[in-house]
């Protein structure tokens, strides 16, 4: 294991590498899904700012978060645009 640069570091190595295995994933399923609702809190906020009278449909939010996640890979915007454009009708 690398030497920590600051205490803090170290303390949190330690906390970790203390986990089981179980617990190590069900913290990156929580921090996961605290990046999503943030995600999806930071899309109502700027669908509302642009004039969004009318409340995102809970399905089209989750496609935009997602569309979000994947913004690097085009051939998944594509694909999630055309789901978008699906719900919406």
């Known amino acids: 294991m690398p030497e920590a640069d600051h205490p803090?570091?170290?303390v949190y190595r330690d906390a970790i590498g203390g986990m089981s295995p179980a617990k190590r994933v069900a913290r990156?399923?929580?921090l996961f899904n605290w990046a999503r609702e943030c995600m999806a809190r930071q899309i109502v906020a700027e669908h509302q700012a642009t004039g969004g009278d009318v409340p995102l449909d809970p399905q089209v939010?989750?496609?935009?978060v997602g569309r979000r996640m994947y913004s690097g890979?085009?051939?998944v915007c594509e694909w999630i645009d055309r789901?978008?454009?699906d719900v919406s009708r």
Do not use: A, T
């Open 28 to 30: 990156g399923q929580s």
């Open 61 to 64: 939010l989750k496609l935009l």
């Open 73 to 75: 890979d085009p051939l």
């Open 8 to 10: 803090i570091e170290q």
């Open 83 to 85: 789901l978008v454009s």
